[in-house]
């Protein structure tokens, strides 16, 4: 259709064209029109035919130049030199500012800032997996009245791990520790291990935030005290004499945390203004899961739940980290499953139950 359009106007043109010069020469010498020939009429559509293909083929070449040079330009200012990228004249951290004018504290934020620039696929990983596990946290902190800052915490304590474990024994993406977690509702023992559980740990965590905040009145502060422990920031506070983190003698790992955590805001704020571009499609594919809650009384072996729903054995158990075991153990659970499977799942459980009453 496009092609037939093009072939008209020129048509249109050319007559226009060759009307103009029969009406110039018409008053010095009349000429009677030779009539087209069959074989040159097709000649010239054959002619005017190629040139639309030839220009067709130019317009492709052009297009696929441009998307070349783009990208081109993309590498190119995603790899300036760390020197030319600085700290925003102002940084706020859930609503409280960080004293920037206090050379010291500029400093402080300024190498952790270029040492995290530093490490590109590190933060190529942030941004990629940011897309699968921010939307919760956001949704929760929101639906909590909770500030939205407080998802940098993972990057800072995980880097949004959902495997990962410290050397001191802190698990998951919230990296809670065995005690804290049992403290906030986390179950742990040799069959399940509920700090691995992405949304049971959000929960614990944001309440466990929450109720540092209201002990120390600062978010900052707050942050700290997840790091170091509320006794730890209690005992400081008392000893030194001053409420402001950026004024208390800390353990280095503490005194580290909350300036990563801000450079983690900063970065991943506008990740483009440091040199960081990812299209859509190079992101992680955010969650998407079912919830299902269940009481057992036997175990009830993973392999038949991915069988019965459709899925690799890997797959269910990669969405249930806290399931130590190849079996779901006695008692309450709360089972992720791949979105849409959990009427499948339900028809499964009932021939399941059923079998169980029957032995």
């Known amino acids: 259709m496009e092609r037939l359009k093009t072939m008209g106007?020129?048509?249109?043109?050319?007559?226009?064209?060759?009307?103009?010069?029969?009406?110039?020469?018409?008053?010095?010498?009349?000429?009677?029109?030779?009539?087209?020939?069959?074989?040159?009429?097709?000649?010239?559509?054959?002619a005017f035919q190629e040139r639309i293909r030839a220009l067709e083929e130019s317009i492709s070449k052009l297009r696929s130049e441009i998307a070349s040079l783009r990208k081109d330009v993309i590498t190119i200012q995603s790899r300036p030199p760390l020197s030319s990228y600085t700290l925003p004249r102002g940084v706020t951290l859930c609503g409280e500012r960080i004293p920037l004018e206090d050379r010291n504290v500029w400093e402080n934020l300024d190498r952790e800032f270029l040492v995290t620039l530093d490490s590109e696929a590190q933060i190529l990983l942030w941004m990629k997996r940011a897309?699968?596990?921010?939307?919760?946290?956001?949704?929760?902190?929101?639906e909590m009245g909770l500030p939205e800052d407080l998802k940098y915490v993972t990057i800072t304590?995980?880097?949004?791990?959902?495997?990962?474990?410290?050397?001191?024994?802190?698990?998951?993406?919230?990296q809670f520790i065995p005690s804290t977690g049992e403290r906030y509702g986390m179950r742990r023992d040799r069959g399940i291990d509920e700090r691995f559980d992405f949304f049971k740990a959000t929960e614990g965590a944001l309440a466990y935030l929450k109720s540092l905040y209201?002990?120390?009145?600062?978010?900052?502060?707050?942050?700290?005290?997840?790091?170091?422990?509320?006794?730890?920031?209690?005992?400081?506070?008392?000893?030194?004499?001053?409420?402001?983190?950026?004024?208390?003698?800390?353990?280095?790992?503490?005194?580290?945390?909350?300036?990563?955590?801000?450079?983690?805001?900063?970065?991943?704020?506008?990740?483009?203004?440091y040199g960081f571009y990812l299209d859509e499609e190079q992101l992680y594919d955010p969650?998407?899961?079912?919830?299902?809650?269940?009481?057992?009384?036997?175990?009830?072996?993973?392999?038949?739940?991915?069988?019965?729903i459709g899925v690799s054995y890997k797959e269910i158990k990669e969405m249930n980290l806290h399931l130590i075991e190849?079996?779901?153990?006695?008692?309450?659970?709360?089972?992720n499953l791949p979105l849409g499977t959990s009427e499948?799942?339900?028809?499964?459980?009932?021939?399941?139950?059923?079998?169980l009453e029957g032995k």
């Open 9 to 46: 106007m020129i048509f249109i043109l050319c007559f226009f064209i060759n009307g103009c010069a029969t009406d110039r020469f018409l008053k010095r010498e009349p000429k009677t029109p030779n009539p087209i020939t069959q074989e040159e009429y097709s000649r010239s559509q054959e």
């Open 131 to 142: 897309r699968r596990y921010f939307p919760h946290i956001e949704m929760r902190l929101k």
């Open 157 to 174: 304590e995980s880097s949004l791990r959902p495997y990962a474990v410290s050397s001191s024994g802190a698990s998951g993406i919230w």
């Open 214 to 273: 209201e002990e120390f009145g600062s978010w900052i502060l707050a942050m700290a005290a997840y790091n170091a422990g509320e006794n730890r920031i209690r005992k400081e506070i008392e000893f030194q004499k001053t409420r402001n983190y950026f004024y208390l003698k800390l353990p280095m790992e503490t005194e580290r945390y909350v300036y990563k955590i801000a450079v983690a805001k900063i970065i991943l704020s506008d990740p483009g203004r």
């Open 287 to 308: 969650l998407r899961i079912e919830r299902v809650q269940i009481e057992l009384p036997q175990p009830l072996p993973l392999i038949e739940v991915a069988q019965a």
């Open 326 to 335: 190849d079996s779901i153990p006695p008692g309450f659970h709360i089972l």
């Open 344 to 355: 499948t799942f339900w028809t499964f459980w009932d021939l399941w139950k059923r079998g």
